[in-house]
């Protein structure tokens, strides 16, 4: 197991609300090495005394439900190194300062732009043999930018697929690993895991929250590409992928790939996006620091899917994100053709004669001295990632043929999208969405 993680924009809010939490919840139970080294990584001149201080100070907001001893097992093993990615040598020198010899996990806990930077200079500093380079999503804002950012990992890892690991947190989390486990032979839903049994599949991830701080980086991305076209195009995969015939992650793997090698382009004219204006406690999207309203970025996002297959033909896969909503809604909802069965396997509630829903994550908790702390799928999925970087496992990963897939049948949305086709939408926050004002 490599227990030497570099991890490269350790003073950002991803470091900060998951991965830190997500290290120190699997220190203490026993998940990673009781050596792991963490060098912390990023612009910033701090000294090893700072960033100690700022895990410290992350921990106590975002993982405050730990243990004091287990937070500061993490910060007792965090170290800092400026880097600047423009100059590859300081990158270089942050790989050379671990003590001891052997492998190297570089995390790109980056904004995408940074990606193939940060990727060129860990294939120049010489990487340990066994290393290991984590991409972030979104991987890439297009197909060619996907594949371009693969063969930017292909040169830096000789071509080494499992050297490189596309992270997609959503596969750690436990609710989505357990979706497959709905339809095993002799479950109460095997059956009906088909389009004879199946009208319609909905994903949904709606939040009550607004962009807040992440507006700049936002306002480049839009609901599709941070949300939609990874981590609900990913929950999609494996509510339709055929079983795999063993355990081994190279089946896994392949069933994806061939699962949306089946999904069809949408009907352009069929998707909707919104962006949210002022509502009652939250100002306007366009009003908010570092957007530019001449972007149209969505907030809003909700594409259909055709699963050209003989088990999904017939059946509608409708994907669906956004911010500033009325609720927060995470969850699968199966729309039966007949009337549900009445004992429902554990973790999915029929809440119609003709729907069930399954339910992703758990709503945002808080406790006292605690700013914020995450739904515990969430910290757990980056808890499995982390875990499957140091191991060497793919789990948690997409490969490189999926990344690019995944691309294949999202771009010309978005190059309609670009052009004005649909119009986009408005609805204010705190709503429902589009058209439910």
């Known amino acids: 197991m490599i227990s030497r993680l570099l991890l490269l924009g350790a003073t950002g809010d991803l470091a900060g609300r998951f991965l830190l939490p997500a290290l120190a919840e699997s220190l203490a139970a026993g998940r990673l090495p009781a050596g792991l080294q963490l060098l912390g990584a990023a612009e910033q001149d701090w000294d090893d005394a700072r960033f100690a201080e700022h895990v410290a100070t992350r921990l106590r907001e975002h993982a405050g439900d730990l243990p004091a001893a287990a937070r500061q097992a993490l910060v007792d093993a965090a170290r800092y190194r400026r880097v600047d990615l423009a100059e590859p040598d300081t990158v270089a020198a942050a790989v050379t300062a671990f003590t001891g010899t052997g492998p190297v996990a570089g995390y790109l806990a980056l904004p995408p732009v940074?990606?193939?930077?940060?990727?060129?200079?860990?294939?120049?500093?010489?990487?340990?043999?066994?290393?290991?380079?984590?991409?972030?999503?979104?991987?890439?804002?297009?197909?060619?930018?996907?594949?371009?950012?693969?063969?930017?990992?292909?040169?830096?890892?000789?071509?080494?697929?499992?050297?490189?690991?596309?992270?997609?947190?959503?596969?750690?989390?436990?609710?989505?690993?357990?979706?497959?486990?709905?339809?095993?032979?002799?479950?109460?839903?095997?059956?009906?895991?088909?389009?004879?049994?199946?009208?319609?599949?909905?994903v949904v991830w709606e939040e009550t929250l607004d962009v807040g701080g992440r507006a700049g980086f936002y306002d480049r991305t839009g609901a599709v590409r941070d949300v939609l076209q990874n981590h609900l195009v990913q929950v999609l995969t494996v509510l339709a992928m055929e079983l795999p015939a063993t355990s081994a992650e190279v089946d896994l793997h392949r069933v994806r790939l061939e699962l949306l090698r089946a999904v069809r382009v949408p009907e352009v004219g069929a998707t909707r996006r919104a962006r949210y204006t002022a509502g009652p406690s939250t100002r306007a999207y366009v009003d908010e620091d570092g957007v530019d309203p001449a972007r149209c970025t969505e907030t809003f996002a909700e594409l259909e899917f055709t699963v050209d297959t003989p088990r999904w033909a017939g059946t509608r896969f409708v994907l669906r994100t956004g911010k500033a909503l009325a609720a927060d809604r995470k969850h699968v909802v199966l729309h039966l053709r007949a009337p549900a069965p009445a004992e429902c396997p554990p973790g999915v509630e029929r809440v119609a004669e003709d729907r069930l829903q399954v339910p992703l994550d758990g709503a945002e908790q808080a406790g006292a001295g605690v700013v914020a702390v995450h739904a515990p799928g969430e910290r757990m999925a980056y808890s499995a990632v982390l875990t499957d970087v140091l191991s060497g496992s793919s789990r948690t990963a997409v490969s490189a043929a999926e990344a690019e897939e995944a691309w294949r049948f999202v771009d010309p949305v978005l190059r309609a999208w670009a052009a004005g086709e649909p119009p986009l939408l408005e609805h204010p926050a705190g709503s429902a969405g589009p058209g439910t004002e």
């Open 114 to 202: 940074l990606f193939p930077a940060a990727v060129r200079a860990l294939g120049a500093a010489g990487l340990p043999a066994g290393s290991r380079i984590a991409v972030e999503k979104p991987f890439g804002r297009d197909l060619p930018d996907a594949q371009a950012l693969n063969a930017l990992l292909a040169e830096a890892t000789g071509d080494v697929e499992e050297a490189a690991f596309r992270v997609d947190h959503f596969l750690g989390m436990p609710a989505v690993a357990a979706l497959s486990e709905l339809r095993q032979p002799g479950g109460v839903l095997a059956e009906r895991w088909s389009a004879e049994h199946l009208a319609r599949v909905d």
